[in-house]
């Protein structure tokens, strides 16, 4: 069931999002050449703590950590560890935060130190797609139409869309009703209405579009072992069009 919120539910979701905007913030801002995933795990945890909340994933399905960071050709759900960073890497950050009872949740992927013209060309894709995506939200746009934008655009700079992994509804839980895909076909699907809240997350790979699951069951790479991106925000669809509830 999608569940539609109300004014007073957008404000507690709008909290909870300037906490996870913050937290990637500081994440940002903090990356460097030798950090370990662990450390950086630990500051987000930290962040999201000290404002009062608690992270969204940290011991959700039993994920370890509290952020979600995934290097290179790992495309989401990596688990902070040992693993240190190094100059030229690409790493998505994928933070949640929980509090009053509701869940923001957004990701970016960072440059570490100076990066190959390759990986900035596609995180310049993956982010530029999601911004496309979220022009488009308002009421009566379909998700079907949202996901071919961000399939479209993808596809013509030459990269390839994750089909196993979709956006979703955020609310009271952090994966609600209705999955939110990056393809998909116009005039298809589930039709946007005042009150939603969706976060769109285009996951794009440099190379095809075919992942793997690592054995911990959790880290997702690309099959193929090029470079993936992810850039994701939680989105409040108002007569207006769209809120973007994952910003400072």
């Known amino acids: 069931m999608i569940c539609i919120k109300s004014n007073k539910e957008l404000e507690k979701m709008r909290k909870a999002g300037q906490i996870t905007a913050g937290a990637l913030n500081a994440a940002g801002e ?39 960071i995934s290097v290179n050709d ?40 100076e990066v190959s013209d390759e990986a900035k060309a596609l995180m310049k894709s993956t982010e530029e797609s999601l911004y496309l995506a979220i022009d488009m939200v308002k009421p009566g746009v379909r998700l079907g139409d949202i996901g071919a934008a961000i399939q479209k655009y993808n596809e013509d700079n030459g990269y390839s ?53 690592m054995p911990d069951q959790w880290t997702v790479k690309t099959q193929d072992g090029k470079l993936s991106a992810h850039f994701e925000h939680t989105i409040a669809v108002t007569p207006d069009g769209a809120v973007i509830l994952t910003q400072p």
């Open 161 to 213: 869309v994750v089909r196993e992994f979709v956006g979703h509804g955020v609310g009271k839980d952090l994966h609600e009703e209705p999955e939110v895909p990056n393809f998909g076909k116009e005039g298809r699907g589930q039709r946007l209405v005042a009150g939603m809240v969706i976060a769109i997350e285009p996951m794009i790979n440099q190379g095809t579009a075919s992942i793997k699951v």
């Open 74 to 113: 790992e495309v989401i759900h990596g688990i902070p560890g040992s693993r240190k960073l190094k100059e030229g890497d690409i790493v998505s950050v994928d933070v949640g935060a929980y509090i009053d009872g509701y869940h923001g949740d957004s990701c970016k992927t960072f440059a570490v130190g």
């Open 30 to 68: 903090a990356i460097k050449p030798g950090m370990t995933t662990k450390e950086l795990d630990t500051l987000i945890r930290k962040y999201i703590t000290s404002h009062g909340a608690k992270p969204s994933f940290l011991g959700y399905g039993g994920f370890p950590g509290s952020a979600c």
